[in-house]
């Protein structure tokens, strides 16, 4: 699954900045549209929806990221896909707020 979600991420403009080999997927938007200071929010609305859960987390020297982790053996992959739909509207609501 976690592959799944990789590759969804990347194809919606996602960009992975760390080996997501232990489960743990850590992204920003590659867009550009969400600046990495307001990944908080974004994680914020995606938690508000009640669709998926995700958190941020700070990294390296200090760098603000979204974290998503599958490690459930029961994720299917209509979960990780409602977990990138869900990111890409709030993506569009934190871009245009």
Do not use: K, Q, Y
Request: net charge negative; with cysteine.
């Amino acid at each position: 699954m976690l592959d799944r979600l990789v590759a969804g991420l990347l194809a919606d403009g996602w960009r992975v900045v760390n080996d997501p080999a232990a489960g743990v997927a850590c992204f920003v938007d590659g867009t550009g549209a969400v600046p990495d200071d307001r990944l908080p929010a974004l994680a914020a609305r995606v938690v508000e929806s009640g669709d998926a859960w995700i958190t941020h987390a700070r990294i390296g020297a200090g760098r603000t990221v979204l974290r998503a982790c599958i490690t459930n053996h029961r994720t299917r992959e209509e979960h990780v896909d409602r977990l990138l739909e869900v990111l890409g509207r709030a993506r569009t609501s934190e871009a245009a707020a």
